[in-house]
């Protein structure tokens, strides 16, 4: 009781020094803007008969939730709301504050309790920017939650409030926002349009911290789209910055996003060296997200280093945070990787139970998603028409062209011939019917490609137009409620986009190959070891098929082959898969591999039935298939065989296709050998 009375007693002090204050509190504000933090803090502290003023301490919480120290905010703004005699402006900033503080450490309830009465407080002021942040604070939240569409229409309602506002600290934040939707509903081109937006307002605020901070993500966005090149610098020189700014949070998310790239690159000692340093800023916050993945990002890195022990260790850290944080994809992750630890340590039971739960949690991740796929799949199908139409008329256009340029070129040789006929006759009639086939031989190739690249299209469309037919019919359904049994029409709807989702990737992958983007690593690999794992691989796919598996290997121990392991397995597995689905039981699948000094030989066959002569020559045309209606049940996109060729062009070898002598289909690869083990 004395301590309150002394406190009220300051509080009323305060009053009378309220110039003082206003100073004291305006250079903080600054320095805090400018990443000054622990300067700000002393600039509070200097008087000390201003220790216990209510303004002083708001600030204080502040610079705590800019040090990520969410529990010492909290502790400080609590019992300001108890204070007597306070303005609405004071109340509101109290309220939004704590807010923020509960949603940082993943107290949605109490979150939502603060931001709802900073909202009531702002609307009975009548401030726009005030009830604009209201609404964005609210927006950020049902977003953590899920809720998707309240968030974004909350987003959108602050940015028309905020239009003629000059608060450029909330028009960065709600655009930050907004690219925080756009990402997560996956619209890249909205996404980085709203995070460049939220950098430019952020760097006229001043203020270091959030311009450092959406620098970050910027990178981040770049290292989403697997543009590495520039992300790995852009987060160096984000790091260099918030290193500066002692922005442990976002310097813990910086390395994380570092350690994710170097992985994925198979770096894994650095990648190692940035999910320790990820872990070293998370443990100097009070962020549980951040701890979070730094423990995740761990085990994962020790699962790559076959080291299960340590793995488990660091998930041991992370199980509480799972538990608080009540989010299907967090348990999820944690699930996943427990699987994987306990699969290494050979203790399949556990590994077992854990991968039933991760996923369990992933189906309940994916069905608060499904809904949203099906419009973005939508959404892309409408950018796909409006593509093909303007294929159209640029092709229109070229056409004309051609054809312009083709009796300019026509006028200009006439004339040209009739000037110098006398004396070069026989070179300018020889010269023009050079021209002209070459004029012919261009036409009719662009008219081919032309032609190649609208039955590409038709295909296409032809291909995506029966699985989205299905996917309007299943939601039509949902909406009005005709379905009985929603798991089941869930179900469908998820294989459908599957379907989908396998179709744009061939495509894309295929692309690649023909457009010679696609990295190819060539290393040394010992062959016989590569043929073992090609027969453990099959073996497992013709014991599901219930088909029976024949190897026929003659390789000598020392042979090496230097090829890409990864594109040569997946040309083989897509081979033998393409056996199984298309092999009737009970039949056989037969690898057969030999080597010389020169090159390898790989055959794959199987049994009955086989493929028709007039087919045969087909069969590596793109989106070709045998039996139309088998393949598609079979989940089949017709670019298998496509991808096959083109990846084994691109290692520098050969496939080719004839009746195998046991009735079915014969796939024979050779492959330039280049030197062998001594």
């Given at each position: ?112 309790y ?7 407080i ?54 930050y ?33 959030n ?8 990178a ?27 922005a442990?949070e ?39 997200v ?37 989010s ?32 369990a ?7 608060n ?6 419009v ?39 004339l ?28 009719q ?13 038709a ?58 983007a ?64 298309y ?71 050969n ?24």
């Amino acid at each position: 009781m004395k301590r309150f009375t002394l406190l009220l007693a300051a509080w009323a002090f305060s009053l009378s020094a309220a110039p003082l204050t206003s100073d004291t509190i305006s250079e903080a504000v600054k320095l805090t803007k400018e990443g000054k933090l622990n300067v700000a803090l002393k600039t509070l502290e200097r008087e000390k008969q201003l220790i216990f003023q209510p303004q002083v301490n708001l600030q204080r919480a502040k610079i705590a939730r800019e040090q990520a120290q969410y529990n010492l905010a909290i502790e400080l703004l609590s019992p300001l709301l108890t204070l007597p005699e306070q303005t609405l402006e004071f109340r509101y900033d109290v309220n939004k504050e704590l807010g923020v503080n509960f949603r940082r450490n993943m107290n949605t309830d109490k979150a939502e309790y603060y931001y709802l009465a900073a909202k009531q407080i702002a609307l009975s002021l009548d401030n726009d920017d005030l009830i604009a942040q209201s609404i964005i604070n609210l927006g950020v939240l049902y977003e953590a939650q899920g809720a998707f569409d309240k968030a974004m229409d909350l987003q959108i309602n602050a940015q028309k409030m905020l239009e003629n506002s000059d608060n450029y600290e909330l028009k960065a934040a709600n655009y930050y926002n907004l690219f925080g939707l756009s990402n997560v509903l996956r619209q890249a081109t909205q996404a980085r349009f709203f995070l460049e937006q939220a950098l430019v307002y952020d760097k006229k605020t001043g203020h270091k911290r959030n311009t450092a901070a959406t620098a970050l993500t910027l990178a981040q966005l770049s290292a989403k789209e697997d543009d590495y090149q520039n992300a790995i610098p852009q987060l160096k020189e984000a790091i260099s910055l918030l290193e500066q700014l002692n922005a442990n949070e976002s310097l813990s998310s910086a390395h994380g996003t570092l350690f994710s790239i170097y992985l994925k690159q198979n770096k894994l000692n650095k990648s190692l060296w940035h999910a320790k340093k990820e872990k070293a800023y998370a443990e100097m916050t009070q962020s549980t997200v951040r701890k979070f993945w730094s423990y995740i990002h761990l085990a994962q890195a020790y699962i790559k280093h076959k080291q299960p022990d340590t793995a488990l260790d660091y998930l041991a850290q992370a199980k509480p945070f799972e538990a608080q944080f009540k989010s299907a994809f967090f348990t999820h992750q944690y699930n996943l990787y427990s699987s994987k630890a306990y699969a290494q340590k050979e203790n399949y039971e556990e590994a077992y139970s854990y991968l039933l739960n991760a996923t369990a949690n992933f189906k309940t991740f994916a069905k608060n998603i499904e809904e949203r796929d099906a419009v973005t799949i939508k959404k892309r199908l409408d950018n796909l028409l409006k593509s093909l139409k303007l294929a159209q008329e640029e092709k229109k256009h070229a056409l004309t062209t051609i054809e312009l340029e083709n009796e300019t070129l026509q006028k200009r040789i006439w004339l040209l011939a009739s000037l110098l006929i006398s004396v070069v006759s026989g070179f300018i009639i020889y010269a023009y019917y050079i021209k002209q086939k070459n004029t012919h031989y261009k036409a009719q190739m662009y008219q081919h490609n032309l032609e190649q690249k609208e039955q590409m299209l038709a295909d296409i469309s032809h291909e995506l137009r029966t699985p989205l037919s299905v996917l309007k019919l299943h939601i039509e359904a949902l909406e009005h409620n005709l379905i009985d049994d929603k798991f089941l029409a869930y179900g469908k709807i998820n294989d459908k986009i599957a379907q989908l989702n396998n179709l744009i990737s061939d495509v894309y992958q295929l692309s690649q190959l023909q457009n010679q983007a696609m990295y190819i690593n060539f290393q040394e690999i010992n062959l016989q070891q590569l043929t073992q794992k090609f027969m453990s691989d099959i073996k497992v796919l013709t014991e599901q098929y219930q088909l029976r598996f024949i190897s026929d290997i003659d390789v000598a121990a020392n042979t090496v082959l230097n090829t890409d392991q990864s594109k040569l397995e997946q040309v083989i597995l897509n081979l033998a898969k393409n056996a199984c689905l298309y092999t009737d039981a009970p039949g056989h699948v037969r690898l057969k591999v030999r080597a010389n000094k020169n090159q390898v030989f790989i055959q794959l066959d199987d049994s009955s039935p086989g493929v028709s002569d007039e087919d045969l020559p087909r069969l590596f045309d793109r989106l070709y298939r045998v039996d139309k209606s088998r393949s598609r049940a079979l989940g089949g996109s017709g670019l298998g065989l496509s991808i096959c060729q083109s990846t084994i062009t691109a290692l520098a070898g050969n496939i080719t296709l004839k009746h195998g002598k046991s009735g079915g289909l014969c796939v024979q690869v050779t492959l330039p050998l280049y030197k062998t083990l001594k």
